[in-house]
């Protein structure tokens, strides 16, 4: 089965390599002008306001946050509480408004009336730059650990500083809640900050984890600096035109190749879903991948391969200088005292049901454990699912108003 489904990948590959010169020859760039638009473009195309914000971390990177400050249901006032949305691996902001005011969730949120802040975690494509000249190794030297104890401190502040309000609402996705629970153990002075955090299938601990990918490079962790040397400390898979062009080739409802297209994204997710759009999927792959750094994945295969949801395995030496242990310290979970409700699907090859159980027990203020009630609910389905709205955010919505 496993075996089926790699050949599937490779063939997908081959493909891709094959059509690439012959994408870019018959320049396809054009065929449907949304997968151009960006975050801000999108937003603004739909009617709605739309800001883009500056934000410097401590360690210097530059990130994007982009603001929807109100909704075109419901108007611009003071006091309309913050939510903070912070996307997972490989994806950007433009998760949350690719799929349009009846289906986007940055939409539903402004038009619930509340001032909605979308993330750009280090290193995607809104979030490229640094204060400082440095080297591409040692800017790429970093995965979700930094994001937790420096892009999302840096955010929350600036958001409050703002909107002059004390709490935030934060929902995040996969690595978008994994980044939550690093900053929250590291950095429990900002639990103060959150009046509630909603985790779209969430990532802690990934004992049960089932994605082949991610089992592929924990079975290499062993031989980490070899695969580190192989992959190098840099960008996984560039976003590039190239590579959107292919997706508007290969993916659109007229192409003999969309079930391909489908069944990758089913590889990487969850199998079978009948929640995925396929005529979007030209437009969700012009977003997506959007940039992240090789280290992200090794940390998840660490994670994987230890059962541990701990600090970057740096090896024996490594660990001693930087820890002062031979293994990394695992994160306080129980310092955690925000409340927090895990939203997971049974579908979900990247976030089990069993270790979202496991999750649910150690953090100390879980105020809710909810299952999407659909049988396929993916990983992936809660970005761009055809009934996201009634399955999920409308849920989220009516549970943040308690808070
Ligand atoms: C990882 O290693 C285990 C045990 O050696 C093996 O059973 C499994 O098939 C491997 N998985 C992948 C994706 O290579
Ligand atoms: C699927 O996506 C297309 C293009 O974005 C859109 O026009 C259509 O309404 C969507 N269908 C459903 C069932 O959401």
């Not at 902001?93 to 975690?121: C, I, K, Q, R, T």
Request: aromatic share 10%.
């Amino acid at each position: 089965m496993a075996a089926s489904k790699t050949l599937l990948f490779l063939g997908f590959v081959a493909i891709c390599l094959l059509t690439g010169g012959l994408a870019t020859e018959i320049e396809v760039r054009n065929l449907d002008p949304d997968i151009h638009l960006t975050t801000p473009q999108l937003v603004a195309k739909y009617g709605y306001p739309i800001e883009e914000h500056e934000v410097t971390t401590a360690d210097g990177y530059i990130l994007t946050l982009h603001r929807i400050p109100y909704g075109k249901k419901s108007p611009a006032s003071e006091n309309r509480p913050p939510v903070l949305l912070q996307h997972g691996l490989l994806c950007s902001s433009a998760d949350w408004v690719v799929m349009g005011p009846e289906h986007g969730f940055g939409y539903l949120l402004a038009d619930a009336g509340y001032d909605v802040w979308l993330g750009n975690a280090r290193g995607n494509v809104y979030s490229k730059k640094h204060r400082d000249d440095i080297t591409q190794g040692e800017y790429w030297d970093f995965s979700w650990h930094e994001m937790g104890i420096y892009d999302l401190p840096a955010v929350i502040d600036h958001i409050l500083e703002t909107t002059k309000q004390e709490k935030l609402f934060y929902a995040g996705h996969s690595m978008g809640t994994t980044m939550f629970y690093v900053m929250a153990s590291e950095r429990p002075e900002y639990n103060d900050k959150i009046r509630a955090m909603f985790s779209m299938a969430p990532v802690a601990h990934m004992n049960h984890m089932q994605n082949i990918f991610v089992k592929l490079i924990a079975n290499f962790t062993d031989g980490l600096g070899v695969l580190l040397n192989l992959l190098g400390v840099n960008e996984f898979m560039p976003k590039t035109e190239l590579l959107e062009s292919l997706g508007q080739l290969l993916c659109r409802d007229t192409a003999i190749t969309q079930d391909i297209c489908s069944n990758i994204l089913f590889l990487i997710a969850g199998f079978d879903s009948d929640q995925l759009n396929k005529t979007a999927l030209p437009v969700i792959l012009g977003h997506t991948p959007a940039g992240a750094a090789t280290k992200e994945f090794l940390h998840y295969g660490q994670t994987t391969h230890s059962k541990k949801f701990r600090k970057y395995d740096y090896g024996l030496l490594g660990n001693m200088k930087r820890y002062g242990s031979i293994h990394p310290p695992e994160y306080k979970l129980n310092k955690i005292t925000a409340p927090v409700a895990l939203h997971y699907g049974v579908n979900d090859l990247l976030a089990d049901e069993q270790d979202t159980d496991t999750l649910s027990h150690e953090l100390p203020n879980t105020i809710g454990k909810f299952r999407v009630a659909h049988d396929k609910f993916n990983h992936l389905d809660f970005l761009w699912a055809i009934d996201a709205k009634p399955l999920l955010y409308d849920i989220i919505i009516r549970f943040m108003g308690r808070y």
